[in-house]
C-alpha cells in the first residue's frame, strides 16, 4: 500500500525529507510518556521544537501555551516524577501538538492509566485534535476507547478491516 500525506507518498521519499515531514507534520504520543526525567515539563514539551530551529523565546512561549491547552499551565517547572501519570500523559500530548502536525499518532496513549484518567485523556485527545483540526490515529487494545472512534481498523490474521464506527460518548 501506500501513505499519503498532503498528495505526497511518503514511501517514495528519501529518508532525509522523510525525516524532515515527520519533524514538521507529525506529533507522536506514546503509552510511556519518553518524558525526560531531568526535565521540566516545559522543557520537555521545548524539545519538540528544537529541530525545527524555533527560537528559545518563541520555544518557551509556545511550550507554555501548549501546557496550558492541556491543563498544565501551573506545572511548567514541575519534573516528570512529580506528575501523575496522567499529568505525564498531558504533557507528553502538549509535546506532540507544540510544532502544529497535521496528523497525530498515538500508540496506547492510556495504556499506563486507570479507568477514569483513560476517558479523560481520550476526551483531551479528541477535543485538541478537532480544536486544530488534526487527523488522529491512535493505536489500542482497549476496546472501550476503540468504540469511541468514528473509523476502526481491526487487525486479525493478518488482514486489515476498516468499518464506521458510531462512537460512544
Same mark, same amino acid.
Given at each position: 500500500?501506500?501513505?499519503?500525506?498532503?498528495?505526497?507518498?511518503?514511501?517514495?521519499?528519501?529518508? !532525509?525529507?522523510?525525516?524532515?515531514?515527520?519533524?514538521?507534520?507529525?506529533?507522536?504520543?506514546?503509552? !510511556?510518556?519518553?518524558?525526560?526525567?531531568?526535565?521540566?515539563?516545559?522543557?520537555? *514539551?521545548?524539545?519538540?521544537? *528544537?529541530?525545527?530551529?524555533?527560537?528559545?523565546?518563541?520555544?518557551?512561549?509556545?511550550?507554555?501555551?501548549?501546557?496550558?491547552?492541556?491543563?498544565?499551565?501551573?506545572?511548567?517547572?514541575?519534573?516528570? !516524577?512529580?506528575?501523575?501519570?496522567?499529568?505525564?500523559?498531558?504533557?507528553?500530548?502538549?509535546?506532540?501538538?507544540?510544532?502544529?502536525?497535521? *496528523?497525530?499518532?498515538?500508540?496506547?496513549?492510556?495504556?499506563?492509566?486507570?479507568?477514569?484518567?483513560?476517558?479523560?485523556?481520550?476526551?483531551?485527545?479528541?477535543?485538541?485534535?478537532?480544536?486544530?483540526?488534526?487527523?488522529?490515529?491512535?493505536?489500542?487494545?482497549?476496546?472501550?476507547?476503540?468504540?469511541?472512534?468514528?473509523?476502526?481498523?481491526?487487525?486479525?490474521?493478518?488482514?486489515?478491516?476498516?468499518?464506521?464506527?458510531?462512537?460512544?460518548?
Amino acid at each position: 500500500g501506500s501513505v499519503l500525506l498532503d498528495g505526497t507518498d511518503l514511501a517514495k521519499l528519501s529518508e !532525509s525529507r522523510l525525516t524532515a515531514v515527520r519533524g514538521q507534520n507529525i506529533g507522536f504520543v506514546f503509552q !510511556s510518556f519518553n518524558l525526560i526525567p531531568t526535565l521540566t515539563a516545559l522543557e520537555n *514539551v521545548e524539545t519538540a521544537l *528544537v529541530p525545527l530551529g524555533v527560537k528559545a523565546a518563541d520555544r518557551r512561549n509556545r511550550a507554555a501555551e501548549a501546557l496550558d491547552s492541556v491543563g498544565l499551565g501551573e506545572r511548567l517547572g514541575h519534573l516528570p !516524577s512529580e506528575l501523575s501519570g496522567g499529568q505525564q500523559q498531558r504533557v507528553a500530548i502538549a509535546r506532540a501538538l507544540v510544532k502544529r502536525p497535521k *496528523v497525530l499518532l498515538a500508540d496506547e496513549p492510556t495504556g499506563n492509566l486507570d479507568e477514569s484518567m483513560r476517558d479523560e485523556i481520550v476526551d483531551l485527545l479528541e477535543g485538541l485534535c478537532e480544536e486544530h483540526g488534526l487527523t488522529f490515529v491512535m493505536v489500542t487494545h482497549d476496546s472501550a476507547v476503540a468504540r469511541r472512534a468514528p473509523r476502526l481498523a481491526t487487525i486479525r490474521k493478518g488482514r486489515i478491516t476498516v468499518k464506521e464506527n458510531r462512537p460512544v460518548g
